[in-house]
């Protein structure tokens, strides 16, 4: 008994399917405690007044958009470098999200901006390299579509993202690198939290809630993206529930 | 209505989390059709077509 022969998508897709509807499930819970702690507990901001709730999603999402590419980047380098399967079928699986979580922190940081900056938009470094990075997973889908041979859009798909990793430490710096309008990290691992410790609880929790939901979406497609590209072999026309279809 | 209008801030905050909302209920349903079409198609594709 081995956690390696999990890296086989015949031994993973169960399993998979019995993880996702607890992590949507804790998703869900973290969300409404989020929003509950956001809304109904913590206090107006004495500077931004209300529209500082909007970073109960924008940090989340703008943190899940760096991190999914990271775990992205992880499986290509697993694939290119041990040529398993379920690696690539999960950088695939990835991709999708990742890009809905930077549109996600995109569209919330203008909203957010323009009562609070007096601007929807700059082409500040933080901003652009983070826009760059909804590029990035376009870019890996579109790639993907583009190869008909799934194990060739494997190697295509991991070497462009691990090429392009090296948007996430530009997007990370950039507010210390550049003199950006986007404002410096009020939470870093290095250094004690300059937020309200209520508002801080109401950001991690909807943390908690993004996280969970993005490895629920993320199982689920990958479940898909196993049968759609093992179809046919044996083990998969062996499934109880394709059987009953 | 107090709380809709989040201190003259209403717009901004509402057109946030909705569209979050939106975004997030698209992934979930598009994600939940992909799983049930390739359960189909796996479930037609006969045993011997080793097709990727």
């Known amino acids: 008994m081995s956690l ?5 998508p015949a031994a993973f897709y169960p ?3 019995l993880l996702a509807p607890w992590f949507a499930w804790a998703a869900a819970l973290c969300a409404i405690a989020g929003l509950w702690i956001g809304f109904g507990i913590a206090p107006t901001d004495f500077q931004q007044g209300e529209a500082y709730r909007i970073i109960f999603i924008h940090v989340p999402a703008a943190w899940m958009s760096m991190f999914i590419y990271v775990v992205m980047a992880f499986w290509s380098i697993v694939a290119l470098a ?3 399967r379920l690696s690539a079928m999960m950088a695939q699986a990835l991709a999708p999200t990742g890009a809905w979580m ?3 922190a995109l569209w919330t940081g203008a909203l957010w901006g323009r009562p609070t900056w007096g601007t929807y938009w700059a082409w500040d470094a933080r901003m652009t390299s983070e826009l760059i990075l909804l590029f990035l997973y376009f870019g890996v889908v579109a790639l993907r579509n583009a190869i008909d041979d799934p194990r060739r859009a494997d190697r295509a798909c991991a070497v462009l ?3 392009g990793a090296v948007n996430i430490p530009i997007i990370y710096f950039s507010v210390q690198w550049w003199n950006t309008l986007h404002q410096g990290a009020s939470v870093s691992l290095t250094a004690a939290p300059r937020m309200a410790s209520i508002m801080l609880t109401a950001m991690l929790v909807m943390t908690f809630a993004a996280w969970f939901y993005s490895i629920a979406v993320a199982l689920v497609r990958v479940r898909a993206i196993i049968l ?4 046919g072999s044996a083990w998969v026309a062996g499934l109880p529930r394709l059987q009953r279809a | 209505m107090e709380f809709l209008a989040m201190g003259g801030y209403g717009f901004y905050v509402w057109g946030a989390y909705g569209v979050a909302a939106l975004a997030i209920v698209v992934e979930a349903w598009s994600v939940r059709a992909r799983a049930r079409a390739a359960e189909k198609l ?3 594709t006969p045993s011997e077509d080793r097709g990727r």
Request: glycine share 4%.
């Open chain 1, 4 to 8: 390696y022969q999990y890296s086989a």
């Open chain 1, 15 to 17: 399993v998979a399917g």
């Open chain 1, 82 to 84: 041990f040529n398993t």
């Open chain 1, 102 to 104: 930077t549109f996600i």
């Open chain 1, 161 to 163: 993202t691990i090429v």
């Open chain 1, 228 to 231: 759609e590209r093992e179809r």
């Open chain 2, 42 to 44: 796996a479930a037609a």
